[in-house]
């Protein structure tokens, strides 16, 4: 999609440009070669991305993606299956890297609304090793779930989860690429959605508005296997401190997240308002817009929203998702809700 200047841009909160800062943040960045860990300004960020997270060690990776499919590839062992829910970002949209980066076989939950297995779920889905099975390598949640609409999952939900399968020696992975929107909207430190689980991926390049980059964090062991895989999957950066210093300014982009959920909280309501479109409210900076009872696929109403200049992605038959994020102020969406409202009366019509 070619966006024009008047475009609301609400096709993802990865659409944001780097600040003024950031530029100059790049631009001045001190910087080494970062596979032989001489880059002052990576190690800063692993270091405070660590911190922020409560973790032991952290490691910068080029996305989120990496993040996790390196984190799939230390935990398991080729051949053991990788539990995880059935709309999670693993399975649903990582070209089946488990698969085919780490040889993992997955095992879907499918947690509906809850977004995360119950314990007892959690049980029924862990295979134990034995002549005729495999044996499970991995349990992994993520938060805040995308796919059903940025939903903020208690950490009591995640804690229960992850204390079965640890307890039945499985490690667990969060996927957390959207971790500080969950955490901002359950007004709980990050840490403490982290401190049940053995590691974690979350995004600078999502709402806190880096240009480039994840975080994998876990403990030290973890992260020394985590750096190796990282090199193998061609992750290893050299002065990785240019595209580190604007990751660290993100980090001081976590408060301002409510604002992205009170914007999408407005933007929900508007939608919800138009005839035949159903808009539940979110917890954090996700809107998926249902129209089914209007009748109109979410790829028309996407192409009509184009028109009218708005972006937004197509998530299923009849459901279109809209983001927010720090490019995104109060005004525009106002602007977002009349011209998404003139493209469903146009399809309506
Ligand atoms: C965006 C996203 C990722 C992947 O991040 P990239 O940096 O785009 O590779 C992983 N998990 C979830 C839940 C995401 O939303």
């Given at each position: 999609m070619d966006i024009d200047e008047d475009t609301i841009d609400l096709?993802?909160?990865?659409v944001t440009a780097p600040s003024a800062e950031m530029r100059e943040a790049a631009a001045t960045a001190e910087v080494g070669d970062d596979v032989y860990r001489d880059d002052p300004t990576v190690n800063e960020l692993e270091r405070r991305a660590a911190e922020a997270v409560g973790a032991e060690a952290a490691l910068y990776v080029p996305s989120g993606t990496m993040a996790n499919q390196i984190a799939v590839h230390v935990h398991t062992e080729p051949g053991e299956e990788l539990l995880l829910e059935r709309e999670s970002h693993i399975y649903?949209?990582?070209?089946?890297g488990a698969a085919k980066l780490s040889g993992a076989q997955t095992r879907t939950v499918d947690?509906?609304?809850?977004c995360v297995p119950t314990p007892e779920e959690v049980r029924e889905g862990l295979v134990s090793e034995d002549l005729h099975r495999p044996g499970t390598g991995l349990l992994s949640l993520e938060n805040t779930h995308n796919y059903r609409g940025g939903v903020a999952v208690p950490v009591e939900g995640i804690a229960a989860a992850a204390d079965v399968a640890r307890d039945a020696g499985v490690p667990v992975h969060l996927d957390g690429a959207r971790l500080f929107n969950a955490a901002v909207a359950l007004g709980v430190d990050a840490s403490a959605i982290v401190d049940p689980v053995d590691s974690v991926t979350f995004c600078?390049?999502?709402?806190?508005?880096?240009?480039v980059g994840s975080v994998l964090a876990g403990d030290e062991g973890f992260i020394e296997e985590a750096r190796r895989v990282r090199k193998l999957f061609g992750?290893?950066?050299?002065?990785?401190g240019m595209i580190a210093a604007p990751g660290l300014l993100a980090l001081e982009n976590v408060d301002r997240l409510a604002e992205d959920h009170a914007n999408a909280e407005r933007l929900a309501a508007g939608l919800d308002a138009l005839d035949g479109v159903n808009a539940p409210a979110p917890d954090t900076n996700i809107v998926v817009a249902h129209s089914d009872e209007a009748e109109i696929p979410a790829a028309d109403l996407v192409e009509a929203c184009k028109a009218a200049g708005v972006g937004c992605v197509e998530f299923d038959e009849h459901t279109t998702r809209f983001t927010t994020h720090l490019d995104v102020h109060a005004d525009d969406v106002e602007e977002a809700v009349d011209r998404i409202g003139d493209a469903v009366a146009a399809l309506s019509a």
């Open positions: 096709r993802s909160d990865t649903r949209w990582e070209l089946a947690a509906g609304e809850r600078l390049s999502k709402g806190l508005g880096a240009p992750g290893g950066m050299r002065q990785a």
